[in-house]
């Protein structure tokens, strides 16, 4: 069974930082494309960012710039960093980990075989 956990998410003022973790149980990520995914209030799921096995980087628009993904395969995790947050930016932050080895767009949800049940970033100002 794929389990996924993301942690970290919290209370920030607006141009602080986080730092979220998604940490995967019973199979690794090595060879998957992972994604992170966030849905605020009244707004459907939207991508944010995605890594390859190979360590291709994919950020939606709305976020470059601020934010980075990168991975640890020796912990087999995956770190969004989270800079220059804006109010815009909360909602519910998901990670998931790709269906296949050889997955489609990493934008699209139905990429994604396995979600993690998610952490709140709440940004003020």
């Known amino acids: 069974q794929v389990q996924l956990v993301e942690s970290g998410g919290g209370l920030v003022q607006a141009g602080g930082s986080l730092r979220l973790s998604c940490a995967a149980s019973?199979?690794?990520?090595?060879?998957?494309?992972v994604g992170w995914f966030r849905q605020a209030p009244g707004k459907e799921r939207e991508f944010v960012a995605a890594?390859?096995?190979?360590?291709?980087?994919y950020y939606a628009d709305a976020v470059k710039g601020r934010f980075t993904v990168s991975r640890d395969n020796d912990r087999n995790t995956v770190s969004l960093q989270m800079n220059s947050l804006k109010p815009d930016d909360t909602a519910v932050y998901y990670c998931?980990?790709?269906?296949?080895?050889?997955?489609?767009?990493?934008?699209?949800?139905?990429?994604?075989?396995?979600w993690g049940q998610g952490t709140q970033v709440t940004v003020s100002s």
């Open positions: 998931a980990r790709s269906r296949s080895f050889y997955p489609g767009s990493p934008q699209l949800q139905d990429t994604y075989a396995y």
């Open positions: 019973g199979r690794t990520f090595s060879g998957y494309t």
């Open positions: 890594i390859r096995s190979s360590g291709l980087i």
